[in-house]
C-alpha cells in the first residue's frame, strides 16, 4: 500500500497569510504512460462531504478559488493557500488514486492564528 | 446537475448487516466508475470500494473484503454498499462519489452508520 503523510498535523495561519501544506507518498504516483500525478486535494469542513479542491496534482477544480494551489511530483506534494480566508478553516486532506487501495493523508488542520 | 444523495445508514448492533444506498441523478451509472468511502469520528478517509461502469469489475480495501459487496441497478440509477458481519471499527459517516477524468469530483453528503451494542 501507498503510504500518505501529511506534513504539519495542524498549522495556524494569520488572515491574508501564506498557508502551506505537505504531502508525502511512500512510493512515486507518477505514472510513466501519461506523465501525471494521481495526486488529490481535498477540503473537509465539520458535517460536510469532501470537497475537491486539486486533482493531477496541479489541476485547479472548476469553480475552486485562484489562491488554491497545488505542486509537486513524484512523492511530495504541497497545497499552498495564497491569502488565507476565514473560511479556509477546514481539515485538508491529500489522497493518492495511483494504485489501490486509494489512501489518505492523515489530515492537516487548519486555524486561523 | 449532477447529484449523489446517500441513504440508509443507522445504529445496528455489532454483527448485523445494512446495505446503503446511493441515488445518482443527472448522469448514467453504467458510464462512470462508482466508489464508496468513510470518514470515522476524529479519523482519516477511508476507500472502501469501487464499481466499474459495466458492474463487472469490484475491488475492496482489504478490511472489509468478505463483508461487504458493492452493487448497482442502472435501472433504479441506485449505487448499494451492503454491509454484513459490522463491526465497532466501521462506524463511520459513508460516502459514494463518482471518479471520472482523473478526479473524484462529485461526492454525496454521507450517511452515518454507528455499530455498537
Known amino acids: 500500500d501507498i503510504v500518505m503523510t501529511q506534513s504539519p498535523d495542524s498549522l495556524a495561519v494569520s488572515l491574508g497569510e501564506r498557508a502551506t501544506i505537505n504531502c508525502k507518498s511512500s512510493?512515486?504516483?507518477?505514472?510513466?504512460?501519461?506523465?501525471?500525478?494521481?495526486l488529490t486535494w481535498y477540503q473537509k469542513k465539520p458535517g460536510q462531504s469532501p470537497k475537491l479542491l486539486i486533482y493531477w496534482a496541479s489541476t485547479r477544480e472548476s469553480g475552486v478559488p485562484d489562491r488554491f494551489s497545488g505542486s509537486g511530483s513524484g512523492t511530495e506534494f504541497t497545497l499552498t493557500i495564497s491569502s488565507l480566508q476565514a473560511e479556509d478553516v477546514a481539515v485538508y486532506f491529500c489522497?493518492?488514486?495511483?494504485?489501490?487501495?486509494?489512501?489518505f493523508g492523515q489530515g492537516t488542520k487548519l486555524e486561523i492564528k | 446537475e449532477v447529484q449523489l444523495v446517500e441513504s440508509g445508514g443507522g445504529l445496528v448492533q455489532p454483527g448485523a448487516s445494512l446495505t446503503l444506498s446511493c441515488a445518482a441523478s443527472?448522469?448514467?451509472?453504467?458510464?462512470?466508475?462508482m466508489y464508496w468511502f468513510r470518514h470515522a469520528p476524529g479519523k482519516g478517509l477511508l476507500w472502501v470500494a469501487r464499481l466499474s461502469p459495466d458492474g463487472n469489475n469490484k475491488l475492496y480495501a482489504d478490511s472489509v473484503k468478505g463483508r461487504f459487496t458493492i452493487s448497482k441497478d442502472n435501472a433504479r440509477s441506485t449505487l448499494y454498499l451492503q454491509m454484513d458481519s459490522l463491526r465497532a471499527d466501521d462506524t463511520a459517516v459513508y460516502y459514494c462519489?463518482?471518479?471520472?477524468?482523473?478526479?473524484?469530483?462529485?461526492w454525496g453528503q454521507g450517511s452515518l452508520v454507528t455499530v455498537s451494542s
Open positions: 443527472g448522469f448514467s451509472l453504467n458510464v462512470y466508475w
Open positions: 462519489a463518482r471518479f471520472t477524468d482523473g478526479r473524484f469530483g462529485y
Open positions: 512510493q512515486s504516483v507518477l505514472s510513466s504512460s501519461n506523465s501525471k500525478n494521481y
Open positions: 489522497q493518492q488514486y495511483y494504485s489501490p487501495p486509494y489512501t
